[in-house]
């Protein structure tokens, strides 16, 4: 059985402000922010940016989603307001050290999906980059710490189970995916990494229970449609097979082992032209490939 490959997505994100004082004055200015119901959002980071001083501070909104600046100098500031699952907001305003300025009513819209914020990107590359190098401790370290601030970035499970499915921890990879479905029942991604869990562990069953879970259009992984296939193969319900094999060609052009399987199913199911087609073609593209001569050998059997 060839093991079911790693699914693994890495997300960018933007980040930084400056730690100098330069904005320092004696303004204050303050406001809300309210979500699309008019109820208060609480934890927004909102980051004021002194275009003159060219530099800036960040603060959050509390529980009645209020938030307060003080001690910034006259000018014209940016400010951004940012919060996992709410659509950014970019604004400007014009900020006096003498009198006082106007209150910032502002409402965030929720979205679907992951929205990241700025500050998360350099703490995310570096994981990345640890899962990349191999380090998957430091990588599952550095997971754990983002998930542990922003809880609502409960896509990040991916990246947690990825690290234990490239050590072959494939039940603590199975915990982490799940944790997915926790707040997405329908993630086909989470639905296949789990299938993958279980053919890794050589739980046929279990597997192609969770694989029949997600919408067969939406397997777009040669090695996971081969393995569903092979398993129904075994089975001799090669109409089945067919099906997996075929779509398995599809989504990789270059997949020798689907070409292979294909034929056989097309050979077991008596449709002898069909199977003489693929193992041309099987022989058109892999001419050095060690099955070649076998692949021969089923031509001419099913040209006599």
Known sequence: MKKAIL?????LLIGGFL???DYKGKGRVSGYVYDQEGKPVEGVKVKLFSLTAN???????????????????????NVDFEKVGYAPRKMSMSI???????????TLQKVQGLVMTEDLKQDLENANRLFEQKNYAGALEGYNAILAKFPDIYILWKNVGNAYFAQEQYEKAE???????EKDAANSDALLLIGNCYFNRNLTDQALEWYGKIQFEKINDATVLYNIGLNYFKSAKYEEALKYFQRSIEVQK????????????????QKKAEAIATFEQFLKLFPNSEKAQQVQGFLDYLRK
């Open 55 to 77: 530099q800036g501070f960040e603060v959050a909104t509390d529980k009645d989603g209020k938030w307060m600046a003080v001690w910034i100098r006259s000018g014209n500031w």
């Open 7 to 11: 699914i693994i997505s890495c997300v």
């Open 175 to 181: 915990e982490a995916y799940k944790k997915i479905l």
């Open 254 to 269: 270059d997949f020798e082992d689907g070409y292979y399987q294909l034929g056989l199913a097309y050979t077991s199911l």
């Open 96 to 106: 006096t050290e003498s009198g006082k300025n106007p209150e910032m009513k502002v």
């Open 19 to 21: 730690s100098s004082q």
